[in-house]
Each structure stands twice: as structure tokens, then as C-alpha cells.
């Protein structure tokens, strides 16, 4: 019987592998818009990050959410990820 594999992603903010499950995706969309994106299939482009406060205020420090999404994140996204967080 073949092992079904997880799907691995990188952290934006701590760098570390983890599954896809674990972690909250981010995604610009085609339009340009930044959101918080719940179930994982919105289109776009996605990043993620831990379910962890320290990864998100190393990425915000870093402007790592940015730098990945090439485009500016409102401050109303950390809010409603630190919300998620907390």
C-alpha cells in the first residue's frame, strides 16, 4: 500500500518546513487584494505562516509578507492574523 504524502510548506516567518494543514495561507489575489485565506484554495498567490505569534512578528519586522506576495499588506491583515492567533 503507497503512503499518501503531505504537502510540505515553508514558513514565512521562521523558515521551517511544516505541513499544509498546520499553517494559515495568505493570498494575493488576481485582482491585487490581500486576504486571509481560510480553507486554502483560493486562487492566487499564497504564502503561509505558523499558527505561532513569534513567525508572524518576524515576518511583519522583516516585511516578509511583502517580499513573498511582492505587493503591500495592509495592517488590517496582522491585525486579523493576530486576532487568529490569540
Known amino acids: 500500500m503507497k503512503?499518501?504524502?503531505?504537502?510540505?510548506?515553508?514558513?514565512?516567518?521562521?523558515q521551517q518546513q511544516k505541513s499544509k494543514?498546520?499553517?494559515?495561507?495568505?493570498?494575493?489575489?488576481?485582482?491585487?487584494?490581500?486576504?486571509?485565506d481560510k480553507i486554502g484554495k483560493k486562487p492566487g498567490r499564497g504564502v503561509y505562516i505558523c499558527q505561532n505569534a513569534d513567525c508572524l512578528e518576524k515576518a511583519y519586522k522583516?516585511?516578509?509578507?511583502e517580499r513573498s506576495l511582492k505587493c503591500k499588506v495592509s495592517n488590517e491583515i496582522?491585525?486579523?492574523?493576530?486576532?487568529?492567533?490569540?
Open 62 to 65: 522583516e516585511h516578509r509578507l
Open 21 to 36: 494543514k498546520e499553517m494559515i495561507r495568505i493570498v494575493r489575489t488576481p485582482e491585487g487584494n490581500v486576504e486571509i
Open 78 to 86: 496582522y491585525e486579523g492574523l493576530r486576532k487568529e492567533l490569540s
Open 3 to 14: 503512503q499518501k504524502k503531505v504537502p510540505l510548506r515553508v514558513c514565512v516567518g521562521c
